[in-house]
């Protein structure tokens, strides 16, 4: 285990280098959803019913979960890439274990995540979002974004390690864009008509954006939702524990196996 | 199994769907010394190097690296092992100095830093060392790739093709690399296309073909094999057949035809075939000449001449040698 612990940090160090040797890129993911709050607060938001401030203060945590189900493109580029360029099976002939390159992978996904939150929240704030509820409740709602990036970050890896491909995974990752649309992550779930609505209310982006409201405060939980959005915590808790229970065993498997 | 051979394999197989890689590979090598996998295209070298480096795993066969079982000490093998494969293996997206660090921190070497200034400096790499490797040539890269196998001293270490398309300068220093590893007594384990490779460093020689190991011996042993490429230009057709009876004659081997150049060829069977020997033979069958060449084996040639008792297609493959030299 403290050799995991070892490797994995050393991964981890690696990855934070490569951002180190080219802050663009971290710059360049974040603009991402600061234009989509801008765009779509502003001009989504002065075509609706509710008033434009209350529309982007739903706004905010939905696309926080939206960037945070990023993860998947971002796992799976960056897997598919090492791959690719052959540095992973370089660390396949390294006395590792077979979890850390991923785990390594996964962390600094976080690290870089939690810097690139802060400038999107400057901008929230300045557009009117604020946090509604208590601090600790919002702190809550940060470290649930956490977790359910950790969770996609590894649903990625396994899929960048299974194409190999690093054009596959860019084709592959450019389809992720569209599960926020099937979401509440944008729109409020419950005006969509019936099988629509029951599909983007099992969407787990859904679950983390209800929570994620419900803990700012910014919105309160819908009505006669399904299980995991009626109850928003608890739904995302354990849509995050799914996603890792299956594909933290899939990847470090896959990592192992290798092409044999 | 005794614990003199660094690699030991025994009837290694692998099959890829309908392709079977390897056929039963057996290698033997003796620990401290280098070995050259010697082969064409598709003949099973990268297969073998990813099966004996725990990259993939056998279907049938075992293997003993380093003191310990391939499949079942896995990560015991890859304590005593490093691999530059074919292509590059780095990240690039650090520089060249980041990424000898980090492979030193994941082999746990002792003062990581030292050791890659060390490296940087050995393979004339630290004047770039601090700029991303994505810049750099295809021969620095693979000079940095060669390098990171060698953050700590591995006991094995497996060369896939190191100097295939590198420049002369690289070539050279990638050898002296090798060389000195020996001394320090790291098995080498290298597969190449280059007669010249396996014949500058390979203490022992294993010919692979279709997935086997067909023939084995030093450099000297393979050569001694097979004799020189004899060949013969004649003014006219009719005479091509007189000239090829008489090569034929003092080398033992099936010669094959340039029609279109009246010329005539064969890979002697006998080493000790001369120019003078084979103008005098010429010249007594009354056989005018307008050229007559002698030049040592390419790797073709051995190739050739080894396998072609074992497969039965090799008149086609003479053809298609015969084609080659003459767009050369």
Known sequence: MSMLAYHGTAMLGRQLLRLRNNPGLLILTQTMPISMLLFFGYVFGSALAVPGEAYRSFLVPGLLVATASGGIMAGMFQAAQDTHRGVTNRFRTLPMSRAAVPLGQAAADLVATAVGTVPFLLVGLAVGWRVEGSALEAVGALALLMLFRFACTWAGIYLGLLTRNEEAAGQLGGATFLLPLLSSAYIPADGLPGWLRTVAEWNPISAVATALRDLFGNAPVPDGAAWPVAHPVAGSVVWCAVLLGVFVPLAVRQYAHGER | ?328
């Open chain 2, 1 to 328: 199994m005794t614990s003199t051979y660094a690699v030991l394999s025994e009837g290694l197989e692998k099959r890829f769907g309908e392709v079977r890689a390897l056929r039963g590979l057996d290698l033997a090598v003796p620990e401290g010394s280098v070995c050259g996998i010697l082969g064409p295209n598709g003949a099973g070298k990268t297969t073998a190097v990813r099966l004996l480096t725990t990259l993939l795993r056998p279907d049938a066969g075992s293997a003993r690296v380093a003191g310990h079982d391939l499949v079942r000490e896995a990560a015991a093998v890859r304590e005593r092992i490093s691999v530059t494969g074919q292509g590059t293996s780095i990240d690039e997206d650090l520089t060249g100095r980041q990424n000898l660090r980090l492979f030193g921190r994941l082999h746990r070497v002792r003062g990581p830093a030292g050791r890659t200034a060390e490296l940087l400096d050995r393979f004339g790499l630290t004047e770039a060392a601090d700029r991303p490797a994505s810049t750099w040539s295809g021969g620095m890269r693979r000079r940095l790739d060669l390098a990171a196998s060698l953050v700590r001293r591995p006991d094995v270490l497996f060369l896939d093709e190191p100097t295939t398309g590198l420049d002369p300068v690289s070539r050279t220093l990638i050898w002296d690399v090798v060389r000195g590893l020996t001394a320090e007594g790291t098995t080498v384990l290298l597969t190449t296309q280059y007669l010249e490779e396996a014949d500058q460093l390979a203490d022992d020689i294993a010919l692979v073909d279709r997935g086997r190991v067909t023939h084995t011996g030093s450099p000297a042993q393979l050569k001694s094999l097979v004799g020189a490429h004899a060949e013969v230009v004649v003014p006219d057709t009719d005479t091509l057949a007189r000239a090829a009876a008489v090569l034929d004659r003092l080398t033992g081997a099936q010669p094959s035809f340039d029609h279109e150049r009246n010329a005539v060829g064969a890979v002697s069977k006998d080493p000790t075939l001369t120019i003078p020997l084979l103008v005098r033979a010429l010249d007594t069958a009354g056989v005018p000449l307008l050229d007559v060449s002698l030049r040592p084996p390419t790797l073709d040639d051995v190739f050739l001449r080894l396998t072609e008792t074992t497969p039965p297609e090799t008149t086609g493959a003479t053809g298609t040698t015969d084609e080659k030299e003459r767009a050369a």
